[in-house]
């Protein structure tokens, strides 16, 4: 049976502070005619929902802005978004708007959907954006708001009893990381000096 709108923003308003899942967290939710807008001080985007067509879709807008670049490093820009739409499987980088700003969406069909799905999508969603802001070698202001959210959905997963191989599992399979990449960021949070030797998040 397909869930509502209702009874997906129930999910959204649970408010649990102790919770290692994003669908738990205390959520803004603002209301608008058409969209909704997540905003959480645990979280360093807004997130927006729109209910059409049987599907919520959710989408980050970025703020980086392609029309004002210069015809190369716009082409530069598209080539990297296009090879990371055929990496990773649910999310997908788009542009939107006058100034083709990138966004990133997750659809998810309202017809199968459950909370445990709900947050995955949230999370992919977020650690997209660390696979964008690695491949188009963004400003360091911009990578540390990224790496910060990554590293506390890691210790997320680990205080929810996650194993490492699961972990290990979720960075390369869903997120699109390489195994130093992953084992690096579990080491900043295990202190685990065998992972630490396999070099920077950014190498």
Do not use: C, H
């Amino acid at each position: 049976m397909s869930v509502t709108k209702e009874e997906v923003l129930g999910w959204l308003g649970g408010k649990d502070e102790s919770s290692g899942n994003l669908v738990d967290i205390p959520w803004q939710i603002k209301k608008y005619e058409n969209y909704l807008v997540l905003e959480s001080e645990n979280v360093p985007f807004s997130i927006y929902l729109v209910f059409e067509q049987g599907f919520v879709k959710m989408f980050l807008k970025t703020g980086i802005e392609t029309a004002v670049l210069e015809n190369q490093e716009r082409l530069s820009v598209y080539r990297v978004l296009l090879l990371l739409n055929r990496q990773l499987d649910l999310v997908k980088f788009m542009l939107d708007g006058m100034q083709e700003e990138i966004i990133s969406r997750v659809d998810l069909e309202l017809a199968s959907l459950s909370k445990p799905e709900l947050n995955d999508g949230m999370s992919l969603l977020l650690s997209s954006l660390y696979i964008m802001v690695k491949s188009l070698k963004l400003e360091e202001q911009f990578q540390q708001r990224i790496t910060e959210r990554m590293l506390m959905m890691v210790q997320d997963m680990i205080k929810t009893g996650k194993s490492r191989d699961d972990i290990m599992k979720y960075l390369v399979e869903k997120i699109g990381l390489s195994k130093a990449e992953s084992q690096n960021i579990i080491a900043q949070l295990t202190g685990s000096a065998e992972d630490k030797q396999n070099g920077g998040m950014y190498a």
